[in-house]
């Protein structure tokens, strides 16, 4: 299993990333280390700014193809959007996720003001929180179209500490090892932000399988839900049981969400 570890510079990922792959025995890596390893070569400055994003990542796609067939687990932090070298703010193609052959995604996010004194401290650079705010959103934006478009579940986090994290990629990688079949759901409300994206975004994983004689008799199925974005509401109780099998386990989830979200536009990603 591959998650793939998001967020603009800043937010914390290599600190996250290496602590819960210390805690977990699995491999961590950034795009930068592999994308460099690739190359033979850096081909960003200081301040983080390129012109090469395309040759960068056909050079990560490459790179990752190598390292899957030796690691069946791994943590890769890089980002949805890049500074290009005119200091404007370029997507990753939603193309270079699906080579990637991703089965999660994590994204994290922080405070402006955390954000500026993080940057200014380590790389000696000043940023506007116009910038930064621009910078958030795109990423973002870019990480719930790659995750609607890919069918990959996506998980947003606000500034979490080294154990919350941890907890996260656990159950992302519990999640995807226990699941049979799954879905997954958004639930979208209110006015839509500079990029189009409405500003209330609650996102859903519901893993379906078949339960075991000690919980249920014959045939019947079991969906567990899992909130997989900021401020999403869990649904109480999170793990349902339906005599109909998992599929009538994942739609009574399903039914139950959306009692929980009556005003909301609902779509289901997969």
Known sequence: MIIF???I???????????????????????????KSERG???????????????NQKALISALSKLKQNHESLLLDGHFCLKGSDG????????????????ALLLIEADIHI???????RDATSYTDSFLNEFLLKERHQAILVSEKLNIPLKIMHSPNKDQFNEAVNSVFKGGNNMRQ??????????????GMPKEFHSYVIAGRNANPKEAKAGSGIAKVYCMSLNATPL??????????VQGAIQRAISMLKDQHPDYEFRIIK
């Open 5 to 7: 570890l998001g967020g």
């Open 9 to 35: 510079h800043g937010v914390g990922k290599s600190f996250l990333g290496s602590y819960a792959a210390e805690q977990n025995h699995f491999l961590h890596k950034s795009a930068s280390q592999l994308i």
């Open 41 to 55: 070569e850096q081909s960003w400055n200081e301040g983080k700014y390129t012109n090469e994003i395309e040759a």
């Open 88 to 103: 404007e703010i370029k997507t990753i193609e939603i193309d270079v996720f699906e080579q990637l052959n991703l089965d």
């Open 115 to 121: 954000l500026k004194e993080r940057l200014e401290t």
């Open 182 to 195: 799954i879905s997954h759901v958004h639930f979208l409300r209110g006015e839509l932000d500079d990029f």
């Open 236 to 245: 109480n109780p999170d793990t349902l049981v339906d005599d109909n099998g």
